[in-house]
Every structure is written in C-alpha cells, then in structure tokens.
C-alpha cells in the first residue's frame, strides 16, 4: 500500500497502473477515522476491483458555521492500519490546501434531491459534498466508487451529478453497517457519552417499528410513519429530534399515502442529536402494492 499526498503523485500512480493494466479502479472516499463500515466498503472495492484508492480527507466545504469541522475525530495511524487490512493498494491523503489551493470559485449544486432532510438542515452541505466529490471523481477518474447507505440522502445527491454532468463511474450503494445492538456505525459515535450511547438505541429500533409496521400493513400514510417512529425516539430523555421524514427514495420527494409511491422504494430518514452530536440513521423500503 502506497501513500501519497498530492494531486500530481496520485494521478501519476493511476496513469502508471492503467498504463500496464486492463483492471477497474475502485474508489472509497472517506473522512478517515475509519470503523468497520468503511471497512465493508473498502473490501467491496477489493472484490470489484484492480487497483483499490481510498481518499482520506476531512472536508471543509461540507461543515457549516458551528458544526464539528474542527473536532472531527482523526486518527491517520489506524486509519493507515484498517486501510492496510482492507487491501488498499493507494491511499490519497491530501491537506487543505492542495485541495482548494485559492478560494473555491466553483461550486457544484444538486438540486431537487438536496431539498430536504439534512439538506434543508444542513444549509450548504451538499454543495461541500458535490464539490469534494466531483474534484475527487476528477483526479482519480474512478471506474466505480463504493458509498455507505448511512448516507442514503448523500447517495441521491451523487447519483444525480452523476448523471447530470455525464460523470463515466458507477457509484456502488453499500448496506449500513451496525454495531451488534443496532446502532448505525459512524465516526461520530464516537462523541457520545455512555448515556447517550444508551439512549441513542432508540434510532434503529424506532426504525424496525417502521419496518414491522410498514409489512403488516398495506394503506397507511406518512404521518401514522412518522409518529410512530417520533414517538418511541422521544422515550429517550436526551434525544431531540432534528427531522424524521418518509418519502421516496431516490427521488426524495414528500408521499402522502405510502402506497401511492411511483417508485415503490420508501425511506425513512432520520436525525436526532444527542447533546452536541447529531446522528442520521435510515430504512429503505420496498412498499407492497
Ligand atoms: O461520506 C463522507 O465521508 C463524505 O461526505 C465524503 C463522501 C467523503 C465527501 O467528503
């Protein structure tokens, strides 16, 4: 496994490796502090691919004024180890500024898909996400690249670039990764105390609630999905919930009537925080007609 630090040196390793190799190159962009989801990732990518590349940056175009940029969690020694483990064949570790050398004067803006959830939470996000990864798809030019479905809204966002600017890679939707009594992995986990760890339970079984609810019955609307779901996260004390939505999924967009989905797959999207954490976790569903 190679590490390298800039632009130039990344592109020339690609070049070189496709130069004497008729293989797919995977792509796993990260923020680092890698858990066993992103490992998960990373080992799809080695399935499905030549040469593995995982980038390695937190970026700060995507965190707005106030939240957790500064304090997001860091640890490149493990981070170097897991990659390692995975087989990673190159890792991309880039600082700031050899990102965004001068002031970013171009944006990439998705709209539609970033209308709600933590788009309408988190003004700003997406474009941040949209610009870093579309940078990143440029520089490494990826055959596939590998995405967590923790970040189903983020998935809907890089889908549609994809697909709006002609981008040649496949972008490769991977399951949540748990831990064993249901929490969604996240490198912010981290932040949480053992109470709020506790208490934070409440996310994934409000969402297999959804999951019986929604199988056992065939007319129901958003609302009676919502309140069900709302209902047992406010059983936590520390819990305040940023949003919790039902709607269509990858289009995003509002259902009355859950039956009456075009598309038949529905999301249940959540995020709450706990103290100064903010947590998303999510269920898509098919829906029976
Ligand atoms: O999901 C993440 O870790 C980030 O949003 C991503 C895709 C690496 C862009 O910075």
Redesign the pocket.
């Known amino acids: 496994m190679e590490v390298v630090h800039t632009i130039t040196e990344l592109r020339t390793r690609i070049r070189e490796y496709r130069r004497i190799n008729d293989q797919s190159v995977g792509f796993v ?4 502090y890698l858990h066993e989801g ?1 490992a998960s990732l990373l080992r799809k990518a080695r399935e499905q691919s030549g040469l593995v590349v995982l ?1 390695i ?3 700060p ?2 965190f707005g004024p106030g939240e957790d940029f500064e304090r997001y969690p860091r640890n490149t020694e493990r981070d170097l180890e897991l990659a390692e483990a995975s087989g990673v064949d190159l890792v991309f570790m880039p600082d700031v500024k050899e990102m965004y050398p001068s002031a970013n004067r171009t944006i990439v803006s998705v709209e539609g898909v970033t209308a709600r959830l933590c788009g309408a939470s988190r003004p700003g996000h997406f474009d ?2 949209a610009t ?2 579309s940078k ?1 798809f440029h520089i490494v030019q990826p055959d596939q690249a590998f ?2 479905l923790k ?1 189903a809204q ?1 998935i809907a966002v ?1 889908e549609q670039m994809v697909f709006d600017l002609n981008l040649d890679v496949e972008i490769v939707p991977c399951p949540i990764l748990r831990e064993a009594d249901g929490l969604a992995m996240s ?1 912010r986990n981290v932040y949480l105390s053992k109470e709020e760890r506790e208490q934070a339970l409440v996310l994934s079984q409000s969402l297999m609630q959804a999951k019986a609810f929604v199988e056992s019955n065939r007319l129901f609307t958003s609302e009676q999905l919502i309140s069900k779901v709302s209902r047992h996260i406010e059983t936590a004390p520390l819990a305040v919930i940023d949003y919790v939505e039902v709607l269509s999924y990858p289009s995003l967009e509002p259902l009355e009537a859950v039956s009456s989905s075009d598309d038949d797959t529905i999301i249940i999207a959540l995020a709450v925080k706990f103290g100064k954490t903010r947590l998303i976790d999510n269920l898509i569903l098919q829906v029976r007609k």
């Open positions: 962009p990260t923020m680092g992103h980038s940056f937190v970026n175009l995507q941040g996400v870093v990864v990143l995405f967590g970040d983020q890089i490198s």
